[in-house]
């Protein structure tokens, strides 16, 4: 099975810019959908950006769009999460998760459709 190993995470000022990564062994990033989750204080773990497997469209919540980018690097086995224009509500513990195949849109907010997922990594967005 595919492990995932997150790490990039960080102390940011608003408007900086940041970049996470999730490294896979076990497995073939391209072969899985990685989604990128994020839970902030007092609140519940929350979609935040896709890449289907075997594509390179993306799909991003409304609160991320034009400011963050999910991408996969095959050499490298890995995919990144840029944040650009970060802003204090950003202020997160961001995960990684992969599920074999491609899943369909309705299923790539459903955290239960993800089968691994790496450690979190903190992101703090503060001036």
């Known amino acids: 099975d595919v492990q995932l190993q997150a790490c990039g995470g960080g102390l940011v000022q608003p408007g900086g810019f940041l970049r996470v990564s999730c490294a896979a062994s076990?497995?073939?990033?391209?072969?899985?959908?990685i989604g990128w989750f994020r839970r902030a204080p007092g609140k519940e773990r929350e979609g935040v950006s896709f890449l289907r497997s075997g594509e390179s469209g993306t799909v991003n919540a409304n609160s991320v769009k034009g400011r963050f980018t999910i991408s996969r690097d095959r050499a490298k086995n890995t995919v990144y999460l840029q944040m650009d224009r970060l802003q204090p509500e950003d202020t997160a513990v961001y995960f990684c998760?992969?599920?074999?195949?491609?899943?369909?849109?309705?299923?790539?907010?459903?955290?239960?459709?993800?089968?691994?997922w790496g450690q979190g990594v903190q992101v703090t967005v503060s001036s």
């Open positions: 998760a992969a599920a074999k195949g491609r899943l369909i849109t309705s299923k790539l907010w459903v955290q239960a459709s993800y089968d691994h």
């Open positions: 076990g497995g073939t990033v391209n072969d899985y959908t």
